[in-house]
């Protein structure tokens, strides 16, 4: 049986008036502030978690919308079985560690499921995740949509980010650094298509990265469900600017391994090893990138020489790459990887 462990409770510089507002209006201006800057009370569910650790099986008091995974050795070195369904080999997918993997499988609402590993893997550790079904928690929402410059976003609060999280024995686990942007990276979060209810997606990826892979937050600066709607990341200060600070520079992530100081993530929720972003997302992609490129002065087509502002390594790139540019991994998807050229030329017109 698994060993039960200890269960967790649910170029220039942008400004605030200019990169970042609320904004009362439904069509997409051009991002000053405008409406009310109030905030109203809205209930999300409470993340209930719980964790077991090594092979064998194990049961949770609620039914889990997903369950996490981590282990040492192989990136396709794990395997899952819900129920009384076929074992499932696990890869890292976009959740890449320089150790091993970690992944997020979607759990259907199980309330068993059993954990296998292949040689040459260790330390496997999994958490069953609910987003969807615990007690209500309060968070206070902009009263207003928020606009990344015409381009509409949920702050943390508006998907439920519980703040809490961010926080091990009582300091801030990750905290903030900040360097000059240099490249965007695109990824895809490996998880099911058309997904009924993203927020709470984005809410178990948060759970997977500040928590089990202990990176104190969620990895990506922003991500964009399958509608298009494009949702704040990593916790970047109490200034009103996603990803950024007020002196324009970036808050470091966790999505590309020895590239993420200087670089901006962007993940699409999905899987698009065989299938491609809905016109949506896509849309909200070019847009998103297309902003960012401009307050910053990149060029989305060139080519360019990443300088890592940590440890001074360099690499030829992309303005605009893929995941696995940098790491070896499939992330984004074979066919989100093939979109790329087409996604730098949209976004330098």
């Not at 000053?32 to 209930?48: L, Y």
């Not at 499932?88 to 993997?101: H, I, N, R, Y």
């Not at 178990?204 to 600066?221: F, K, P, S, V």
Request: with cysteine.
């Amino acid at each position: 049986m698994i060993g039960a462990a200890a269960a967790v409770a649910g170029a220039a510089a942008v400004t605030p008036a200019v990169f970042a507002a609320t904004d009362s209006g439904s069509g997409d201006g051009d991002g000053t502030a405008s409406g009310s800057s109030g905030t109203s009370p809205e209930k999300f569910p409470a993340t209930r978690t719980e964790a077991a650790t090594g092979t064998g099986e194990a049961t949770t008091a609620f039914a889990a919308s997903y369950v996490g995974l981590r282990w040492s050795g192989a990136q396709d070195g794990a395997a899952i079985r819900l129920a009384d369904g076929d074992w499932q080999t696990v890869t890292a997918g976009c959740s890449a560690l320089e150790d091993g993997g970690s992944a997020l499988v979607a759990a259907q609402n199980a309330t068993a499921y059993a954990v296998k590993a292949s040689g040459g893997v260790s330390d496997v550790a999994s958490l069953a995740i609910d987003v969807t079904d615990g007690p209500g928690r309060t968070f206070h929402v902009p009263s207003e949509p928020t606009r990344v410059r015409g381009v509409r976003y949920l702050s943390r609060p508006a998907w439920g980010a519980d703040e809490s999280k961010r926080y091990k024995d009582g300091k801030v686990n990750s905290p903030e650094k900040y360097y000059p942007l240099q490249i965007i990276t695109v990824h895809h979060t490996a998880t099911p298509n058309n997904d009924p209810d993203p927020a709470a997606t984005v809410r178990a990826i948060y759970e997977l990265h500040a928590i089990t892979n202990d990176w104190g937050d969620i990895g990506y600066h922003f991500l964009i469900d399958e509608s298009g709607t494009v949702y704040e990341g990593r916790y970047s200060g109490d200034d009103g600017i996603p990803a950024f600070n007020p002196d324009g520079d970036l808050v470091t992530g966790f999505h590309s391994v020895g590239y993420n100081s200087g670089a901006l993530g962007i993940a699409l929720i999905g899987t698009l090893t065989e299938n491609g972003p809905t016109d949506e997302a896509k849309a909200s992609l070019i847009r998103l990138i297309k902003v960012i490129c401009r307050f910053k002065g990149l060029d989305p087509q060139a080519r360019v020489t990443y300088v890592n502002p940590v440890n001074g390594a360099k690499k030829d790139t992309n303005t605009i790459g893929g995941h696995r540019d940098y790491f070896a991994t499939e992330c984004p998807g074979q066919v989100m990887y093939d979109l790329l050229g087409e996604i730098r030329a949209a976004a330098s017109r």
